[in-house]
């Protein structure tokens, strides 16, 4: 069983940045693709970038390339998103998953998220 706990999210004006964390309980994470996906209101869930188990492989989704940044450390099991140039368009609630796919699709296990709010 893999329990996901994200924080770090908040009200950021546009242009701004923003650090997600999502602290992973279970045995398995150094080997688990980890994910972060969002859903804006309204909207459907959609995958926001990818890391494989060693952090050697990352995939993000166009909308937002150039400008996060995933990233993981292993020995603290957590997963992080750094969010920079922050756009109204981003505001959604963030959640953490657990094994994804690296084309992005989702895996078993999510988070309950955590909101971003991106102010113009």
């Known amino acids: 069983q893999v329990q996901l706990v994200e924080s770090g999210g908040g009200l950021v004006q546009a242009g701004g940045s923003l650090r997600l964390s999502c602290a992973a309980s279970?045995?398995?994470?150094?080997?688990?693709?980890m994910g972060w996906f969002r859903q804006a209101p309204g909207k459907e869930r959609e995958f926001v970038a990818v890391?494989?188990?060693?952090?050697?492989?990352?995939n993000y989704a166009g909308s937002v390339k150039g400008r996060f940044t995933i990233s993981r450390d292993n020995v603290k099991s957590t997963v992080y998103l750094q969010m920079n140039s922050l756009k109204p368009e981003d505001t959604a609630v963030y959640y953490c998953?657990?094994?994804?796919?690296?084309?992005?699709?989702?895996?078993?296990?999510w988070g309950k998220g955590t909101l971003v709010t991106v102010s113009s």
């Open positions: 279970g045995r398995t994470f150094s080997s688990d693709n």
């Open positions: 998953n657990a094994r994804p796919r690296l084309t992005g699709t989702s895996g078993a296990y």
């Open positions: 890391i494989s188990w060693s952090g050697g492989t990352t």
